[in-house]
C-alpha cells in the first residue's frame, strides 16, 4: 500500500497547476505568502494517503488532519464555530463545538465510513498527551468530518486505521500543503470530474487589522453541469466530456482559520459565508449534500484549567468595516481552495474500475479564452 504522511505532494507529480497559476483571474484580496490555511500563523496540515489494489478492493482513500496549533490542543484550546449548509452528514462532535464555542481536538477528515475508527484514533493519541482526561477532569471531544469515496474506494473495507490516523498527527507541519489526490481527498470527485484537497488564503488590508484568512476544503460534490469557473459556465459546455458517470450531490468538508480575534458568535458569522464562496463554483448544496464548515481562531487561546472565576478576551468590533473585510477574505478563500482541489487533482482509477478523470485543463482554457478570459 502506498502511504504519505506528509503535508507535501509526495503521493503525486505537481505537473498540474493551482488554479492562480494557470491564469485565473482573482479579483479583490491578496492571498497570503502561500496562498494556504497554513498561512494563518501556528496551524499545521498533514495527511496519510492509502492507494493499494484493484477491483472491487481497491484502496483509494486516506485521512487529513488539521491542527490550530504545535501545542496541546486539549489544554489550550482555541475559539470555534460549526456550520451547517446542508446536513446530509455523518460528522462527530460537532455539537459540543457548538454549544461551548471551542475546539478541544485535532480536526480529522476522512471517508464517511471510517469516521469512528478516525474518532477513536483520536481519542487514544489525546489520551496519550492527557493523562488527567477521565481521571481529575472529563473527557474530550474529538472532531471528525467526512465525505463519501465509495466510487473510486473499497469504502466498506474501512481502510483508516489508528496508525495513519497518528501518521498524519505526527506529520502535520506549516509551510506548502499538498493538494489533490492526498490524505481525505484521495478517492473524492467534484463536478463529475477528480476532487480532493484544496486550500486557500486571503489577507485584508492593514487598515482593517492585517488579518488573515485560511481555508481548506475536501471537495466531493456537484453536478458537472453546474461547474463555474470565474464565473464561466464551464461545467456546461462539459457536461458531455468522456462519457463517464458525470457526478452526484456529494459532500464537502470546509476548515477556516483565522488570527483575527472573534468570539465563537462572531466566527460563526464568518463560517457562515463559505456558503457565498461554494456558490461562485456553482454549488446549490442539494438535497443529499453534506455541506459543513468548521472554523476557528488562533488569536486567543483558551485554558482548560483557568487560573481565575472570570476570563477576558478580545474581540473584534463589528460596527466597523474589518468584519466585513474578514466576510470577503472568506468568500474568496473558499472558491479558490475548491478551484484549487480541481485543478490539482490528477485522473484516478479506483474501485470497480471505475474512473474519475482529472478537470481537461487545456480544454478549459479555451472555453474560458472563449468567454474573454486571458489564461494560460
Known amino acids: 500500500m502506498k502511504r504519505c504522511s506528509s503535508h507535501r ?8 497547476p493551482r488554479a492562480r497559476e494557470f491564469g485565473l483571474p482573482f479579483w479583490g484580496l491578496t492571498p497570503g505568502p502561500l496562498n494556504a490555511i497554513t498561512d494563518v500563523s501556528g496551524v499545521r496540515v498533514g495527511h496519510t494517503t492509502l492507494i493499494a489494489g484493484e477491483g472491487s478492493q481497491a484502496v483509494r482513500t486516506g485521512v487529513t488532519a488539521i491542527l490550530p496549533h504545535g501545542d496541546n490542543i486539549f489544554r489550550e484550546k482555541v475559539v470555534g464555530a460549526v456550520h451547517t449548509i446542508n446536513g446530509f452528514g455523518k460528522p462527530m462532535g460537532f455539537e459540543q463545538v457548538r454549544e461551548l464555542g471551542v475546539i478541544e481536538s485535532p480536526i480529522c477528515l476522512t471517508n464517511t465510513l471510517n469516521v469512528g475508527l478516525v474518532a477513536d484514533a483520536l481519542v487514544a493519541w489525546s489520551l496519550q498527551r492527557n493523562l488527567d482526561i477521565g481521571v481529575r477532569t472529563g473527557t474530550m471531544n474529538p472532531l471528525v468530518g467526512e465525505c463519501n469515496d465509495g466510487y473510486l474506494n473499497d469504502i466498506r473495507g474501512r481502510h483508516v486505521r489508528a496508525e495513519h490516523v497518528w501518521a498524519a498527527l505526527e506529520g502535520a507541519q506549516s509551510g506548502p500543503v499538498a493538494e489533490g489526490n492526498v ?11 477528480k476532487g480532493g484537497v484544496g486550500t486557500a488564503s ?4 492593514d487598515r482593517y487589522g492585517g488579518f488573515t484568512v485560511g481555508v481548506l476544503v475536501v471537495a466531493n460534490f456537484g453536478y458537472r453541469e453546474q461547474l463555474l469557473i470565474a464565473g464561466v ?36 458569522r464568518v463560517a457562515r459565508r ?5 456558490a461562485r463554483t456553482g454549488s446549490t448544496a442539494t438535497n443529499g449534500s453534506g455541506d459543513f464548515t468548521i472554523a476557528f481562531s488562533t488569536a486567543q487561546r483558551v485554558p482548560h484549567y483557568p487560573r481565575a472565576l472570570v476570563r477576558q478576551m478580545h474581540c473584534l468590533a463589528e460596527d466597523g468595516p474589518a468584519i ?3 466576510f470577503q ?16 487533482a490528477e485522473t484516478m482509477t479506483g474501485r ?14 479555451d472555453i474560458l479564452r472563449e468567454h474573454g478570459l486571458d489564461v494560460a
Do not use: C, K
Not at 483565522?258 to 458568535?265: G, V
Not at 474519475?356 to 478549459?364: D, I, M, N, T
Open 9 to 16: 505532494g509526495e503521493s503525486g507529480s505537481i505537473s498540474r
Open 183 to 193: 490524505g481525505a481527498g484521495t478517492g473524492m470527485s467534484a463536478f463529475g470530474f
Open 202 to 205: 486571503r489577507v485584508v488590508s
Open 233 to 268: 459556465p464551464v461545467g456546461q459546455v462539459l457536461a458531455d466530456w468522456s462519457g463517464e458517470e458525470p457526478g452526484d450531490e456529494g459532500s464537502i468538508m470546509i476548515v477556516l482559520a483565522t488570527d483575527a480575534p472573534l468570539s465563537a458568535r462572531q466566527l460563526l
Open 274 to 278: 463559505t456558503a457565498h464562496g461554494l
Open 324 to 326: 466585513n473585510a474578514l
Open 329 to 344: 477574505a472568506t468568500v474568496e478563500a473558499t472558491e479558490e481552495a475548491v478551484l484549487n482541489a480541481l485543478f490539482r
Open 352 to 365: 470497480d474500475g471505475h474512473v474519475r478523470y482529472a478537470l481537461p485543463l487545456e480544454r478549459v482554457a
